[in-house]
């Protein structure tokens, strides 16, 4: 009997959602078969299996979720356990019942959960008020994980009805719960009942009104917002400069119309891409990562470029984006896009940004300041570009402006070094001939 593990399938991955299994208890799986696809806090990733044989049992449900290493499936011969259903509610344990050591609900830990012994189970206890079985705080079965969602929410663990194997409370149920403006709320400062400390003082927490809608965090808003919580409290600063693009948007105008007919067309972001990357290799220091006790200088110019999604954003990367030509970028930044969209990026094409870019000057937004992509130590905000008045000469002239904002971390970058990395961007951008040279 061999397991099926949770992979690390990006860089910055430490836990997978099991979007959906492909083969079922019983089927027979080749080496190379894509069994399942994983929801990570990226894209949505195919499973594949690395041995032959028959899917025995599935550990890890479809909307569960495991840790880099967990098993989350096992293959065997087909004389072992074929068929067995995955982990789903059990049925009341009856007195003189044995119960088994629990299997764990996706991506929770053991660590705090009640030691279970091949004992006999006593007498359910009399229904509490919330119509379950009052419970005691030691006799309560929970998930690490599920009484964080409950101390958040403030949910009252004794209230629930555990889905979990032997009844535990998961975090499934904790969610629903959390869906449900009727679900049993624990009072202000009262514990909750697995024993969890209550919120520090001065923390807000949204409550749910009967007539507001609750949306449980996906996999990837939820670590999106974990890993830019982390970045923000890195010290940071923001450095902004104004850009005169009338140059720039006629050679991007003189490149489109000498593509032939039906090709796609080159973006502002496009040249944006081509011209940071010319610039990085000039400027090494920006083209870094922090490593805690080291900064590491890439040689290689990887540029990562923000795309929205429906429920966060991923960052594509174009490598080597100072050796392609224009036409390479702009084809390879609309096939990543589109295929960002649809999720299906593979773990290369999302890994070893060493730059990012978040253009939102298509959206309207004249200007902002973005949070740096870590470990990456910089990031450039693109706002829109439009008509604003000048002075030449001594008169005022209207020009087409952009204003662009380098976010950059303060532990590996200092102003000066920002700001000139910004002036030579500026001048790039203001004769672009020389981003096609």
């Known amino acids: 009997m061999s397991q099926i593990l949770m992979p690390r ?18 089927d027979q799986i080749t080496r190379g078969d894509v069994v399942a696809e994983i929801e990570t806090d990226k894209a949505t990733m195919d ?10 049992q599935i550990l890890v449900p479809e909307g569960s979720t495991a840790a880099i290493g967990e098993p989350v499936a096992e293959i065997g011969d087909g004389s072992g356990s074929a068929g067995a259903p995955a982990a789903t509610s059990s049925p009341p344990a009856r007195a003189g019942d044995v119960v088994p050591a629990p299997v764990r609900a996706a991506g ?4 705090g959960e009640a030691a279970v012994t091949a004992a006999a189970v006593a007498p359910a206890p009399a229904a509490g008020p919330s119509g379950n079985p009052s419970r005691t705080e030691g006799s309560l079965r929970t998930s690490p994980l599920a009484r964080s969602l409950a101390r958040r929410a403030g949910i009252d663990l004794g209230s629930l009805a555990g889905s979990g194997p032997g009844g535990r409370i998961v975090r499934a149920d904790v969610e629903s719960a959390i869906a449900q403006p009727g679900a049993a709320r624990l009072a202000n400062g009262q514990r909750a009942s697995s024993g969890a400390p209550p919120a520090p003082a001065g923390a807000s927490r949204a409550t749910a009104g009967e007539d507001d809608e609750v949306v449980p965090l996906s996999t990837m808003r939820r670590l999106t917002a974990e890993r830019l919580t982390e970045s923000a409290k890195a010290p940071h600063f923001s450095l902004t400069t104004v850009v005169e693009v009338d140059a720039l948007l ?6 489109n119309a000498s593509l032939p007919e039906g090709a796609g067309k080159v ?4 040249l944006l891409v081509k011209a940071c990357a010319a610039v990085l290799r000039v400027h090494p220091e920006v083209n870094a990562s922090w490593a805690t ?6 040689r290689r110019v990887h540029v990562g470029v923000a795309v929205a999604v429906p429920d966060g954003l991923v960052v594509p990367v174009i490598r080597d984006a100072d050796r392609a030509t224009l036409g390479e970028i702009a084809r390879q930044a609309r096939d990543l896009a589109e295929r960002a969209r649809s999720r299906r990026l593979s773990p290369d094409e999302l890994g070893g940004g060493t730059f990012t870019i978040s253009n939102l000057g298509m959206l309207g937004i004249d200007e902002f300041t973005a949070i740096i992509n870590p470990p990456q130590v910089a990031i450039l905000a693109v706002g829109a570009a439009g008509p604003q008045p000048v002075v030449r000469d001594g008169e005022v002239v209207v020009r087409t402006t952009m204003k662009l904002t380098l976010s950059v971390d303060h532990r590996v970058l200092d102003g000066a070094t920002g700001a000139q990395f910004l002036a030579d961007l500026r001048v790039l951008l203001e004769a672009p001939l020389r981003i096609l040279a």
Do not use: C, F, N
């Open 9 to 26: 399938l990006s860089d910055t991955m430490e836990e997978g959602t099991i979007a959906r299994w492909l083969k079922q208890p019983g």
């Open 47 to 56: 499973l594949e299996a690395y041995e032959s044989g028959v899917l025995e």
């Open 108 to 111: 929770e830990s053991p660590e």
């Open 250 to 255: 006629r050679l991007r105008a003189e490149v």
């Open 267 to 270: 973006t502002v972001t496009d």
């Open 293 to 298: 006790d080291a900064i590491v200088r890439h």
